[in-house]
């Protein structure tokens, strides 16, 4: 359990925006984070392999998803799809169909569309330079480099939600509207650069537990804000869209409208409309199908 015991193992800093980590405070943080992940680091596949094709999938599919819904997910898919090439020529139906439960479903085309321009540009090598893996499709700053550190152990600085616990709740007690870019010199300071794919590894595990155990310290981040509800939502409905066209892929508008939200037509249409624009659908006429290109 976290409480005053482990908080006490590292100095406490000068009130205000801290910039650089005391040595002495340096070395009982690491030592705080590398003892726990030790003793309780998760087992999770992706975490054995450094094959950075495997790396990108896995850092993809956890963008805004639970953990545990990715431990299921992330077999499947790499025995779907085990190789860039494989996932590259794949149909969008039928990624879509193995992606599904997962959610965001916009990652999913993102994902085949990175492997595309890997298998064109890099001939099927995922790029280890961050300027070239954020040119891929849904890959921004903060992905590019965790690609970076877990597929090729760079030691580059970058930010996520479970790191960004961790920090916040060290160095910023009871301070509120946090900034990343007040953490950003803390984490560079603490950084291992000898084995930086572990360092993230403990820093990831310890900002989870950290969740179950305080008042979540993401809350006092200034990039903090609540999810909105699921039900109801367009997001909803997207995924009720798509799931019906896996499982009949070309159906007639109409039809596909009565059959999602009867009541509201012309919410449905725009969302169609949306999903069209974004290249997940088609409109043949008067039917709607996934795209096959």
Same mark, same amino acid.
């Given at each position: 359990?976290?409480?005053?015991?482990?908080?006490?193992? *590292?100095?406490?800093?000068?009130?205000? !925006?801290?910039?650089?980590?005391?040595? /002495?405070?340096?070395?009982?943080?690491?030592?705080?984070?590398?003892?726990?992940?030790?003793?309780?680091?998760?087992?999770?596949? @992706?975490?054995? #392999?450094?094959?950075?094709?495997?790396?990108? *999938?896995?850092?993809?599919?956890?963008?805004?998803?639970? &953990?545990?819904?990715? *431990?299921?997910?992330? /077999?499947?898919? !790499?025995?779907?799809?085990? #190789?860039?090439?494989?996932?590259?020529?794949?149909?969008?139906?039928?990624?879509?169909? =193995?992606?599904?439960?997962?959610?965001?479903?916009?990652?999913?085309?993102? +994902?085949?569309?990175?492997?595309?321009?890997? *298998?064109?540009?890099?001939?099927?090598?995922?790029?280890?330079?961050?300027?070239?893996?954020?040119?891929?499709?849904?890959?921004?700053?903060?992905?590019? $480099?965790?690609?970076? =550190?877990?597929?090729?152990?760079?030691?580059? &600085?970058?930010?996520?939600?479970?790191?960004?616990?961790?920090?916040?709740?060290? %160095?910023?007690?009871?301070?509120?509207? =946090?900034?990343?870019?007040?953490?950003?010199?803390? &984490?560079?300071?603490?950084?291992?650069?000898?084995?930086?794919? &572990? @360092?993230?590894?403990? +820093?990831?595990?310890?900002?989870? !537990?950290?969740?179950?155990? =305080?008042?979540? /310290?993401?809350?006092?981040?200034?990039?903090?804000?609540?999810?909105?509800?699921?039900?109801?939502?367009?997001?909803?409905?997207?995924?009720?869209?798509?799931?019906?066209?896996?499982? #009949?892929?070309?159906?007639?508008?109409? #039809?596909?409208?009565?059959?999602?939200?009867?009541?509201?037509?012309?919410?449905?249409?725009?969302?169609?409309?949306?999903?069209?624009?974004? $290249? %997940?659908?088609? $409109?043949?006429?008067?039917?709607?199908?996934?795209?096959?290109?």
């Amino acid at each position: 359990m976290i409480g005053k015991k482990t908080r006490e193992k *590292v100095e406490k800093l000068p009130s205000g !925006m801290p910039e650089k980590i005391p040595a /002495p405070s340096i070395a009982r943080f690491r030592k705080t984070i590398l003892s726990y992940y030790a003793e309780n680091g998760r087992d999770l596949p @992706w975490r054995h #392999t450094t094959d950075p094709y495997r790396i990108l *999938v896995s850092e993809i599919m956890l963008q805004q998803t639970q &953990v545990d819904r990715v *431990v299921k997910k992330y /077999p499947e898919f !790499m025995q779907s799809f085990p #190789t860039c090439h494989d996932l590259a020529r794949a149909p969008l139906a039928e990624v879509l169909a =193995v992606w599904r439960g997962m959610g965001y479903n916009r990652r999913a085309i993102a +994902l085949r569309e990175s492997a595309r321009k890997i *298998v064109r540009d890099h001939a099927g090598l995922v790029p280890e330079g961050i300027e070239e893996l954020e040119q891929l499709p849904g890959i921004g700053a903060a992905t590019a $480099r965790s690609i970076a =550190v877990f597929a090729f152990n760079r030691p580059v &600085v970058f930010i996520e939600t479970n790191i960004r616990r961790v920090f916040i709740h060290y %160095f910023f007690e009871g301070k509120t509207g =946090v900034r990343d870019q007040d953490l950003l010199p803390l &984490v560079k300071e603490a950084l291992d650069h000898q084995n930086p794919r &572990v @360092w993230y590894s403990a +820093l990831m595990d310890y900002g989870t !537990m950290l969740k179950t155990k =305080v008042e979540n /310290p993401n809350r006092r981040s200034a990039h903090y804000s609540r999810q909105t509800a699921f039900s109801g939502s367009d997001r909803q409905i997207r995924g009720t869209l798509l799931a019906r066209l896996i499982r #009949t892929p070309d159906l007639d508008e109409d #039809t596909l409208i009565t059959e999602i939200a009867r009541e509201e037509p012309d919410r449905v249409r725009r969302i169609i409309d949306r999903l069209i624009s974004e $290249r %997940f659908l088609e $409109r043949a006429g008067s039917r709607i199908r996934i795209r096959n290109s």
